[in-house]
């Protein structure tokens, strides 16, 4: 249930609104955005008559939410969440790039490639060290070793980075390097994980699973958000189709679906979405054309050694001479790059 509460509401009134929802047995979570307060009330209880709380002063309006997830819909928050690191802001204006390779191979190859994020103007290093790998005979990663070298070339270049946290027990162990926690595609619906990643206070990239349909991907976040966490964005890298000649379907609708119904930003990973160097530039295009916050992409610059997914990194001189296109495409839509 959202209850909206009238522009000059009181704080003794916000206060009384809240007794009366915690006493039906609701929890409650308020949200003050710049317009409006309103109180999202969670809780099972369907047969509760919604008048009981329109009645109350300083309630302009209550109505039930269909939709299964709550704190992740835009019904209970309508300003967009913006999601603020040092100075970077996620889900504002600015179009935020994300770039490095699959997984952290060696201090020098982090190194090299940390430099050319900076160098292009992208603000945040992308890189694996507890690696998802569908085979368990392939490179798993560098794991806390590789973690200490990326935290290390993020600073040198003044950027910041996301990695990979698949497991409950690595959260203590990346959480004093990384900006951002990145739960991948095939993690999305492990909900332990994710509410371990609710009572931390470290921002969230949740990306879309292999099979997920946007409802799924929204409760996934919800878990999230309803474990205390409200800074969640969600990545979508494409699904699992039929189609054989990408390796996956870059869901393209998916960015305006979750920006009408969610406030959460959303970052498009073009690299796994399509598996193939030659599709990235077209879709990172297109991710920017259709209004998402970010876009993280692998880059390498000797793919043909690169440990995970050498065939999707793009080399740093393509990658710098994309920025350049997203620059002019960002523009046009009234956005920064
Ligand atoms: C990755 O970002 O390297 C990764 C493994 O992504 P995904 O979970 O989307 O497959
Ligand atoms: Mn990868």
Redesign the pocket.
């Known amino acids: 249930m959202v209850v909206i509460l009238k522009n000059n509401v009181t704080e003794a009134q916000i206060e009384d609104i809240k007794k009366h929802l915690e006493d039906y047995g609701f929890q409650v979570h308020e949200s003050r955005g710049e317009a409006k307060t309103i109180l999202g009330a969670i809780g099972v209880n369907p047969g509760f008559d919604i008048r009981k709380i329109k009645i109350l002063d300083g309630v302009t309006d209550v109505y039930r939410v269909t939709a299964p997830y709550k704190m992740a819909s835009r019904n209970f928050k309508e300003e967009n969440t913006i999601i603020k690191i040092g100075d970077v802001e996620i889900g504002s204006n600015e179009i935020i790039l994300m770039a490095g390779p699959?997984s952290v191979e060696s201090e020098d190859q982090i190194f090299r490639l940390a430099k050319v994020v900076a160098e292009s103007g992208s603000k945040v290093l992308r890189g694996?060290a507890f690696k998802p790998r569908t085979s368990p005979y392939s490179f798993q990663g560098m794991g806390l070793e590789g973690l200490k070298i990326m935290r290390a070339a993020a600073d040198e270049y003044g950027l910041l980075m996301v990695t990979e946290v698949m497991q409950i027990s690595q959260i203590e162990i990346i959480a004093p390097y990384t900006h951002i926690f990145q739960v991948g595609a095939r993690n999305m619906q492990n909900f332990g994980l994710l509410k371990e990643l609710g009572d931390t206070s470290i921002p969230v990239m949740l990306k879309r699973g292999l099979a997920a349909t946007i409802e799924d991907w929204l409760m996934s976040a919800e878990y999230i958000l309803a474990n205390g966490n409200s800074e969640v964005m969600l990545c979508e890298r494409g699904i699992r189709t039929f189609e054989t000649y990408t390796r996956n379907t870059f869901d393209l609708s998916a960015i305006p679906v979750v920006h009408e119904r969610s406030h959460l930003p959303v970052v498009a990973d073009p690299?796994?979405a399509t598996g193939y160097r030659k599709q990235v530039a077209p879709m990172a295009r297109a991710a920017v054309a259709a209004g998402a916050d970010s876009l993280m992409i692998?880059i390498h610059d000797k793919p043909e050694e690169a440990l995970?997914?050498g065939p999707q990194a793009l080399l740093p001189v393509d990658y710098i001479s994309l920025v350049q296109e997203l620059k002019v495409i960002a523009k046009a839509i009234g956005r920064t790059l």
């Open positions: 699959c694996g690299s796994h692998e995970s997914d």
